[in-house]
């Protein structure tokens, strides 16, 4: 099994920042791919931004020129540095990984609340 620890949401104001971090612990033979999603009332779960192992990354549109995501391999912790945040980025984000053991299988973490005042 495998379990993820999210922290560092909260509210802050517009134009403030925010780093989420989510820690992976358990029976890990490799992380290939971590991750952010969000969710917002009444939406759909969508993308924020992704980093494979080798450190290629992808951002959603919205976030792209905000947002750095980052990770430490050796402690199987991954970074999300949001920036200038706005209104419209008030979700539940939530952290996934692809993890590889005797399979590859994904886990989601509990979500974190980051709420942005206006």
């Known amino acids: 099994q495998v379990q993820l620890v999210e922290s560092g949401g909260g509210l802050v104001q517009a134009g403030g920042s925010l780093r989420l971090s989510c820690a992976a612990s358990g029976v890990i033979f490799r992380i290939e791919t971590m991750g952010w999603y969000r969710q917002a009332p009444g939406k759909q779960r969508e993308l924020v931004a992704t980093i494979t192992r080798a450190g290629d990354t992808k951002y959603a549109d919205s976030v792209k020129d905000r947002t750095t995501i980052s990770r430490d391999n050796a402690k199987n912790t991954v970074f999300l540095q949001m920036n200038n945040l706005k209104p419209e980025d008030t979700a539940v984000y939530y952290c996934?990984?692809?993890?590889?053991?005797?399979?590859?299988?994904?886990?989601w973490g509990q979500g974190t609340q980051v709420t942005v005042s206006s």
């Open positions: 996934y990984v692809l993890v590889i053991n005797r399979s590859v299988l994904t886990y």
